[in-house]
């Protein structure tokens, strides 16, 4: 009990210090501190429902709920997945320093959580990755031979994605987290403060900063700006400077600098600058074009196209290729034979199409009426409760736990089984997902070799037939979004 009643406190301290209404306005973004090697701060189980708790709020802005996910129920996710824990995890995860706890409930509470035990073997495979990220949790790309190409480094363990982007005069590389759920792009500013009063820190972290001190391009239009993330807020104005990305350069480029940031963007451990959002204008808090707009205006690049091959960890320290292309497809990275492209049926500035059907070891469930919305920042697969409880009723190693609503299956492939496959039909065409992505983590890292949690989910995304995939499949596939025809397309990555 003395762990639910450390989270409970702690929760109900940090709801109430940053709680606000869901609106429309909110976002959600990828956030938490990268986990050093081989540690483990909270309970994975708890972990996970943190990953599911912010995907019900990127669920709730994607779909502009009229009857959102209330903090009080995020905060009773975490307290059943806390309360259900075996006592030997009570005493493993007590934290008896209520101030310590309470640090360690902002880094982590409701955002897209911390992989921190995600160093487990799967099918006989150590997917850890201490030696293949740097000293601040982030695995580098390998640089893109193709043009306007950015490398996509991975954040910890494929919980966020980044890219550098050159910014101002001189130019400096600026870190930026890439967001297919929002539209804007900013960085902190040079006079940047946190939001908070009562804030550890007097500044925004050891980020770097754009302002008139270190660029001379640098024009502040004094309009103001502010956007409000499921976890998180910044506020700010509107500047013009120069840009250089991908090797593409914007003179006089319009975007936002945050004066104020919210605890969640500030500390030592956030690995990027700024965020850099790629879904369409519309849905722009800044109100002004997106970077995508901006680069086909000036006939940088002819069409509105964004690309994405999202890379995987346990690929290995030195096979990150996960790249972001502008304008076009990479022919080196998928397999034109299959290609497919399909209308985006979401009027809100997202993309989501129509998905015909899953297939779960080899049968398929007949699922023809289904749609899902594909977003680069959720984590995780989440379906409506009837659906994952069928898909996994498919798969005869997965166990359901009634008192806390999650799945669980094999860690690692008993001898003489395979493991469990799974397929999404989309366009006419079937996409396997690798199955070391249908497991999360393990229930206790102490024995790897247990039971993982399922990395699909149950929630109610808009409604009985709607499903927010995430990296479960997209790190399986190439896709690609076009404003100009309105389509999404995939193919299967080349071999």
């Known amino acids: 009990m003395r762990l639910l ?4 406190a702690v929760s109900a301290l940090v709801l109430a210090a940053h709680a606000h209404p869901v609106s429309t306005s909110l976002v959600s973004v990828p956030l938490q501190p990268v986990p050093k090697r081989g540690s483990s701060l909270l309970p994975s189980t708890v972990v996970h429902q943190q990953h599911l708790n912010r995907a019900l709020r990127r669920l709730d802005h994607f779909t ?5 996910t209330t903090d009080d129920q995020l905060l009773h996710n975490l307290a059943r997945r806390a309360a259900a824990l075996p006592p ?10 209520l101030d310590y706890l309470s640090r360690l409930a902002v880094q982590n509470a409701n955002q897209s959580g911390s992989n921190a035990s995600q160093n487990f073997a799967v099918n006989g495979k150590d997917t850890e990755a201490g030696e293949a990220t740097h000293s601040d949790g982030v695995t580098p790309a390998k640089k893109p031979t193709f043009k306007n190409t950015l490398g996509l480094d991975i954040q910890a363990q494929d919980i966020g994605y980044l890219s550098q982007v050159q910014i101002g005069t001189p130019k400096r590389d600026f870190r930026l987290l890439m967001d297919s759920g929002s539209a804007d792009l900013w960085i902190g500013a040079e006079d940047c403060q946190p ?9 925004c972290g050891p980020h770097l900063l754009l302002g008139p001190n270190s660029s001379s391009t640098f024009h502040d239009t004094q309009t103001s700006w502010q956007i409000e993330y499921g976890t998180g807020s ?4 509107i500047v013009t400077d120069t840009i250089s990305i991908a090797g593409l350069k914007l003179t006089n480029h319009t975007f936002g600098v945050a004066h104020h940031e919210s605890d969640e963007f500030i500390p030592d451990y956030i690995p990027f600058d700024g965020l850099l959002g790629l879904a369409k204008r519309m849905i722009s808090r800044q109100k ?21 091959h999202i890379p995987r960890l346990a690929d290995g320290k030195s096979n990150n290729y996960g790249e972001l292309t502008f304008g076009a497809l990479n022919p080196a990275k998928y397999d034109p034979k299959t290609l497919v492209s399909v209308t985006n049926v979401s009027p809100l500035g997202f993309w989501e199409a129509s998905l015909q059907d899953v297939i779960v070891n080899g049968k398929k469930l007949g699922w023809t009426n289904r749609t899902a919305i594909f977003d680069t920042g959720t984590t995780l697969l989440i379906g409506p409760p009837a659906d994952v409880n069928a898909l996994h009723a498919n798969i005869p190693s997965a166990v359901y736990h009634n008192d806390t609503n999650y799945w669980t299956l094999p860690c690692v492939t008993p001898k003489g089984s395979k493991p469990p496959t799974m397929a999404l039909k989309i366009g006419g065409r079937t996409f396997p997902i690798d199955s070391r992505d249908l497991l999360f983590m393990p229930i206790d890292d102490a024995h790897p070799d247990g039971d993982c949690l399922s990395g699909i989910s149950a929630g109610m995304p808009g409604g009985p037939n709607e499903w927010l995939v995430g990296d479960v499949f997209l ?20 071999k």
């Not at 939001?195 to 500044?203: G, H, K, T, V």
């Open 234 to 237: 910044v506020s700010g104005t």
């Open 475 to 494: 790190k399986n596939v190439y896709m690609s979004t076009n404003e100009e025809t309105n389509k999404i397309s995939f193919a299967n990555l080349k």
């Open 88 to 97: 030997h995890l009570h005493e493993r995860y007590y934290l008896p320093s």
């Open 5 to 8: 009643q450390a989270l409970l």
């Open 288 to 308: 002004v074009p997106t970077l995508l707009d901006a680069l086909v205006s000036t006939g940088d690049i002819k069409h509105p196209i964004i690309s994405y």
């Open 195 to 203: 939001s908070n009063l009562d804030a550890e820190q007097e500044n």
């Open 64 to 68: 502009r709920s009229t009857s959102p």
